[in-house]
């Protein structure tokens, strides 16, 4: 112990006032702590970094912009045709969409599965058929799954 402190305690303490001399000798301007200073520009007027105004330099870019860069041009869903697909929503309509046999193998209805999900995911579908969408891949993992354990159980 030096002078009523730990050796750990004393280096601390140096560490401290390098760190407080390392600050008062930084010149003012904007610099980001960890990136050297020649990476960042130097500016004439005393500025730091203050999070909550980093999204405004965002928004302040779409100000500008005119609703067309915006947003993108599609046309509204009136004018979109619906589907033809998302409009078969009775069981016995998927399963002749998905055309399950006895032949099937894991392998097979697993592939038949990402290509339902490919043409019918509701992510992948206007906002408006969402609803027809989530249904349909709903009732097509029900029936991939029950074909998948009458192999199960046909194989034991």
Known sequence: MLFGRSVFQSVLTRLDEEAKEEVAATPPGFRVAGLPSGFVAATEENTSFNPARAGLAYRDVLDNLAPSEVTPSAPPVEEQQVPTHLLRLDEADIAEDLAL????????????????????????????????????????????????????????
Request: without cysteine; proline residues 4%; hydrophobic residues 35%.
């Open 101 to 156: 046999g006895s032949e099937e193998t894991t392998a097979t209805l697993a592939e038949k599965r990402r290509q339902f999900a490919k043409n019918n995911h509701p992510d992948r579908v206007p906002e408006a058929w969402r609803d027809s969408a989530t249904l349909r891949m709903k009732t097509a993992n029900l029936l991939i799954d029950r074909a998948l354990r009458e192999l199960y159980w046909r194989s034991s």
